[in-house]
């Protein structure tokens, strides 16, 4: 029998998208660790990026005790709108689904989760979200190239008081460990990184790596 179950349900945006979102949760109630619900932000969807992604992990944190919410950005699966080039009008999905969870799952209390380009884009909605209590990235796209798209996304982040952690591949195709470290070098708060040796990008963003970054994820929820 599965240790945990899936809703669907459709959220929507401030200008008006309706987001498919499916949310993760252990099969028994008793067995909720806390009140804090981990929402998950898929790669870029103009690359194909979808929640389904992230349902490994999502998984991986309904059967250890915390609810995970997973979306379909505006313009990717089932979710109306079009997708944005910079990621700035997906910063609007990313609130309006916190904004759901804290108002139908009882929490107080998000972390977030990004992808590949949904860690930009979940560390500028991390200070607009007062209910988010830490953020963790998997391949954040600190390159130079992925800058022309992306660049006007570190400051929210790097500025941000809230715990961070950066998590990796040492063979990520976007962004050398040096220009991780140069980057993080001016962030604000706590901030821990992880390298995975010898991953690659695309690589973080499969199957293979889902129980790895379950087990990142889970102490440092521990430590919030």
Known sequence: MSNYTVESTKVETIDGAKLHTRLFKPTEEGDVKDNLVVVLVHPFSILGGCQGLLKGIAVGLAGKG????????????????????????????????????????????ILLVGSSAGAPIAGSAVDEIKEVVGYVSIGYPFGMFASILFGRHHKAVLSSPKPKLFVMGTRDGFTSVKQLQHKLSSAVGRVETHLIEGASHFQMEGPEFDNQMVDLILPFISSL
């Open 66 to 109: 915390y609810k995970a919410v997973t979306f379909d950005m505006r313009g990717a699966g089932k979710s109306t709108g079009r997708a944005s080039l910079t990621g700035f009008a997906e910063i609007k999905d990313v609130i309006a689904v916190c904004k759901w969870v804290c108002e139908n799952l009882s929490s107080d209390r």
